[in-house]
Antibody
Framework: EVQLVESGGGLVQPGGSLRLSCAVS????????MNWVRQAPGKGLEWLSY????????YYADSAKGRFTISRNNPKNTLYLQMNSLRVDDTAIYYC????????????????WGQGILVTVSS | QSALTQPASVSGSPGQSITISCTGT?????????ISWYQQHPAKAPKLLIY???NRPSGVSDRFSGSKSGNTASLTISGLQAEDEADYYC???????????FGGGTKLTVL
């Protein structure tokens, strides 16, 4: 069974940092591209970042550029999102999502999602 | 960069069909066939319904279908069921900047 489990969320002050992890199981992690997507409370989905199977290609949304860093550790079957200089408007549920191997562009055809982890940025 | 435009809400009765539109530009929906649709029930993670405009992943009911015309993509749900009540999001590749756009979401109410 495919599983993605996020961790590392919580309450952080503005300007602070957090590192989210996404532990995966049930599939061969290093065969799949991965993404992070977030959802502010009561709002829609926002794509944040993409990483290729071995990390050689990475993309970010404008809202994440310069502050967030995506990475992966394939032997540990884990995806990461390092978030720095956090702002109040980064408050959201953060999802990791697997991208179907047949998809040729980043960020589409996200076929399995984690349950999400809440990040709250507040003083 | 603006999100794709979806109606805020749609409704239908059990057994009916409804269509949710998703309007973009020639830089995204109109220019490429990389469009996905997701269903999200309250407090749950999104679920992939449609990819690459009109393809259904294994396990997704054939009551869900996708299409595209010009700069507008559409999701049609036929034979509405109570369990279809959820939020629906479209997503598209874009060649202008951010790579991925989502629609603002459409709340489907089954009357």
């Amino acid at each position: 069974e495919v599983q993605l489990v996020e961790s590392g969320g919580g309450l952080v002050q503005p300007g602070g940092s957090l590192r989210l992890s996404c532990a995966v199981s049930g599939f061969t992690f290093n065969d799949y591209e991965m993404n992070w997507v977030r959802q502010a409370p009561g709002k829609g989905l926002e794509w944040l970042s993409y990483i290729s199977t071995h990390g050689s290609t990475i993309y970010y949304a404008d809202s994440a550029k310069g502050r967030f860093t995506i990475s992966r550790n394939n032997p540990k079957n884990t995806l990461y999102l390092q978030m720095n200089s956090l702002r109040v408007d980064d408050t959201a549920i953060y999802y990791c999502a697997r991208q179907d191997r047949r998809e040729v562009v980043a960020g589409q055809n996200l076929d399995f999602w984690g349950q999400g982890i809440l990040v709250t940025v507040s003083s | 960069q603006s999100a794709l435009t979806q109606p805020a809400s749609v409704s239908g009765s059990p057994g009916q069909s409804i269509t949710i539109s998703c309007t973009g530009t020639s830089s995204d929906i109109g220019g490429y066939d990389y469009i996905s649709w997701y269903q999200q029930h309250p407090a749950k993670a999104p679920k992939l319904l449609i990819y690459d405009v009109s393809n259904r992943p294994s396990g997704v009911s054939d009551r869900f279908s996708g299409s595209k015309s010009g700069n507008t993509a559409s999701l049609t749900i036929s034979g509405l069921q109570a369990e279809d009540e959820a939020d629906y999001y479209c997503s598209s590749y874009t060649d202008s900047g951010t790579l991925v756009l989502f629609g603002g979401g459409t709340k489907l109410t089954v009357l």
